[in-house]
T-cell receptor
Framework: NAGVMQNPRHLVRRRGQEARLRCSPMKGHSHVYWYRQLPEEGLKFMVYLQKENIIDESGMPKERFSAEFPKEGPSILRIQQVVRGDSAAYFC???????????FGPGTRLLVL | QKEVEQDPGPLSVPEGAIVSLNCTYSNSAFQYFMWYRQYSRKGPELLMYTYSSGNKEDGRFTAQVDKSSKYISLFIRDSQPSDSATYLCAGQLTFGSGTQLTVLP
């Protein structure tokens, strides 16, 4: 019973490096969502993707952040030239269809030194 | 004004108490709502998904949605120490900041 999988679970990067976060949705799910959570704060929506398409990226910072969900393989959230303010927990969720229940992964905790 | 407002707590109750967690929202376009439980340093765990106004019950949990007043609630009956966590409400893709609950044995 594989749920949503994320890796790595912890990622340390120095300022200016790139961070790549991976998310494999639950079996049978073709919709993926990325959220960011800062300490003591709620989840902030970043981007919603379906296979090979970005459906909603209204929460995505305009620069340095990008996301993809290719036909084969996991969804990737990419952060270029990381800064200390990017340190957070990044959660991925998946759903079977649009507007359906979202199931979350365990998160990737990014620390930028 | 945030689109989903949630009392951050913290909230402490004795074991066995009924817990009431509440959120308000401002976006009339929200069609569905969710409640999640999040333990420290873990991913959110789905508790309830509701699409319409009214009540939905699942075990010790009851979710209530009132679209006319833009108010959503989660009730936990017979609360247990294992229910101690942060509870997040959401309107579609917008989450509240969470309510921290502690159930004291």
């Amino acid at each position: 019973n594989a749920g949503v999988m994320q890796n790595p679970r912890h990622l340390v990067r120095r300022r200016g490096q790139e961070a790549r976060l991976r998310c494999s949705p639950m079996k049978g799910h073709s919709h993926v969502y990325w959220y960011r959570q800062l300490p003591e704060e709620g989840l902030k929506f970043m981007v919603y993707l379906q296979k090979e398409n970005i459906i909603d990226e209204s929460g995505m910072p305009k620069e340095r952040f990008s996301a993809e969900f290719p036909k084969e393989g996991p969804s990737i959230l990419r952060i270029q030239q990381v800064v200390r303010g990017d340190s957070a927990a990044y959660f991925c969720a998946s759903s079977q269809g649009r507007d359906e229940t979202q199931y979350f992964g365990p998160g990737t905790r990014l620390l930028v030194l | 004004q945030k689109e989903v407002e949630q009392d951050p707590g913290p909230l402490s109750v004795p074991e066995g108490a009924i817990v009431s967690l509440n959120c308000t929202y401002s976006n009339s376009a929200f069609q569905y709502f969710m409640w999640y439980r999040q333990y420290s340093r873990k991913g959110p765990e789905l508790l309830m998904y509701t699409y319409s106004s009214g009540n939905k019950e699942d075990g010790r949990f009851t979710a209530q949605v009132d679209k006319s007043s833009k108010y959503i609630s989660l009730f936990i009956r017979d609360s247990q120490p294992s229910d101690s966590a942060t509870y997040l409400c959401a309107g579609q893709l917008t989450f509240g900041s969470g309510t921290q609950l502690t159930v004291l044995p």
